[in-house]
């Protein structure tokens, strides 16, 4: 069976600090990938998605990045985090475009 | 571009009561529709989805949702509510070959004993 890791599970930054949330997919190969913010009490803004190694698609602008470096890796990245960057970061995987998605347990991300 | 509303912030029902959940959509082609829960600090756990056929689907948990093309909805519903149904609900739309699925806001699900 498939399963989705994402860690930390909880991080705490001063604002102007880098990032590294790093997520995992294991029981499937070639999966699309995708990270997703949820700001408190709203729902899910996607951020990127990937369908390969090395492809990756930015839905909003923003001070933050997204790299695959391996098949079933995904990794958010930030070089100085702001305030506004605070929220709960979600990871997904799905087989393929338009069906189900599959969420990891998801980062708290706190920034102060 | 596709969108998703969820008219109830805060729904709460006694446990036994039946629940229906609100979701409309906007899509210009064929939705594909999801209905997702969430419990708090948690990630989503996918209810139930449709693709095509059977306008009327089965989920886990006893979860049941219909598509209504010419009111553009996907309601979902449960005979009876229990305690452990409380957690907030989230209705996305998609699409073949789209990647950007969409989210609604999202129901928080309150259960009185």
């Known amino acids: 069976s498939q399963t989705i890791h994402q860690w930390p599970a909880t991080l705490v930054q001063p604002v102007g600090s880098p990032l590294s949330l790093e997520c995992t997919v294991e029981?499937?190969?070639?999966?699309?990938l995708y990270w997703y913010r949820q700001a408190a009490g709203r729902g899910l803004q996607l951020l990127f998605y990937s369908v390969g190694i090395g492809q990756i698609s930015s839905e909003v602008p923003q001070n933050l990045s997204a790299s695959r470096p391996q098949d079933r890796q995904f990794i958010l990245s930030s070089k100085k985090l702001l305030l506004s960057d605070s929220g709960f970061y979600l990871c997904a995987w799905s087989h393929a475009a338009g069906t189900e998605q599959f969420f990891g347990p998801g980062t708290r991300l706190t920034v102060l | 571009a596709q969108s998703v509303t969820q008219p109830d912030i805060h729904i709460t029902v006694s446990e036994g009561a039946s629940l229906e959940l609100r979701c409309n959509y906007s899509y210009g082609a064929t939705p594909y529709l999801f209905w997702y829960v969430q419990s708090p600090g948690q990630g989503l756990q996918l209810l139930l989805k449709?693709?095509?056929?059977?306008?009327l689907v089965q989920g886990i948990k006893g979860f049941e949702a219909e598509f209504k093309r010419s009111q553009s909805s996907f309601n979902l519903r449960k005979p009876s509510v229990h305690w452990s149904d409380a957690a907030e609900y989230f209705c996305a739309v998609g699409g073949r070959n789209n990647n950007d699925m969409r989210f609604g806001a999202g129901t928080r699900l309150t259960v009185k004993p």
């Open positions: 029981g499937t190969s070639n999966p699309n």
């Open positions: 449709y693709f095509s056929g059977d306008t």
